[in-house]
């Protein structure tokens, strides 16, 4: 998502006259894209914040802060940037930087809360990301995005598709549709039903957007018919998606991607913990058996499905017991990949309540021995991919070598004199570690399923 919006930044930054810059060094203007989902990336935005304000006692220099901010952060960097804003205020920019006109002297927009509509100067000639919607309704108790990004609201389907068939037509190969949570996109809008039979079973729900007003757009669709709309655009490409959140999977969706030519097979399933206490702690809306069944209703429409997975590891009173709980479902699910997080209290959170009472060694200890299973896994369905010829997306070449993700989007490299980077090509895979794989080169080709 901050990758996606960077790229709309750097839209009105052009617009207004600046050039980007590879070197921190020669920039008289800084837009700092921030993530607040773990204390980390926020300590280093303090110690880049530092040093620029070294430099500006040098030169002159303009240090602007937005994207994922928490109300307590966002006093503590009041006054080492020299302007903050809300991402959704992207269009009042020219105006913080005392710019009311545009260089081709166009006047700023009226609609100045909807700024999906600024047009992205996208960073890569093959594959964009496009957000298709904002905010998160999901409220996880640890979780700092519903803070910091607000009510999730569902852009108009008619504008992403017309993003999406300006790239196609442009020869773009990828299209990874973004957002907190993909598989609720277009409930706030009026006249979409939310059909959920399978839910009853585990947790009423608890979802305020059912009864909330709902927006009014120009066809109103759900994800899975989003998804068809994309598909049935003419031209070779692959579609991506995420985050796909468990509770909100339906079985039109897993039909949707079963059925289609373009939507890719991997699919993040984030479980955060194997543990049905920590997940009714973590306010996750489902139990261990809703995501064991979901995924192997996954595996059986989509046979070569490549799941991903997030998992946070020393969630507060996550006891020995539950983080076994979590091995053991690693194991049982073999994953192709997770990230795995260490857990981070957000301030402001329903979590920031608890007591975080797993120490730092301890969290550190369960995040390796988590990413050892993990591998065991991850190297075992890699292992199977062995011999099997593969569609590929080149991303980037050098030195005779070319690397790309296959259609399940794992990492792949081959022996390559010619720069084939944005192409698909077939691949025969020839090895496999557990997080990438190593092939030849067949032919050129057009994307398929595999
Ligand atoms: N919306 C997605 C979902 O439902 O999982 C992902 C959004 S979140 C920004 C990305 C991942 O960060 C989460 O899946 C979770 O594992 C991790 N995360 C979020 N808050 C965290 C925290 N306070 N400490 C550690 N990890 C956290
Ligand atoms: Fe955060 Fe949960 Fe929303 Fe993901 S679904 S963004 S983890 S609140």
Redesign the pocket.
Known sequence: MNYSDAERVQTVLNDLGYKQTQQESQADLIVVLACS??QKAVDRIHGRANRWNKVKKKRSLITLLTGCLLKTDRKLFDKSFDHIFPITELKLLPQLLNKNRTKNNKALSSDLDNYFDIKPQYNSKFQAFIPISRG?N?H?S????PLTRGKEVSRPPNDIIKEVRQLIKNGYKEITLVG??VNSYGWDFQGVAINFPQRKVYYHDKDKRVTASKLTVKNPMNFPQLLNKIENIPGKFWIRFI?S?PYDMSDELINVIAQSKKITSHINL?V?SGSDKILQSMNRQYAVKHFKDLITKIRKHIPNAVIST???VGFCGETRKDFKDSCQLVKELKFDMA?I??????PG?P?ANLKDNVSIKEKRLRDQKLTEILSQGSQENNNKLINTEQTVLFEKCSKGYCDGKTYGLKNIRVKSDKDITGLFATVKVTSATAWSLKGALKKRSSPSKQ
């Open positions: 989902v773990r998160c999901k996880c640890y979780c700092a995005v907190q949570n985050t959140h984030p955060q997030d998992f946070i990230f997080s260490q857990y981070s209290t957000r959170t979590a």
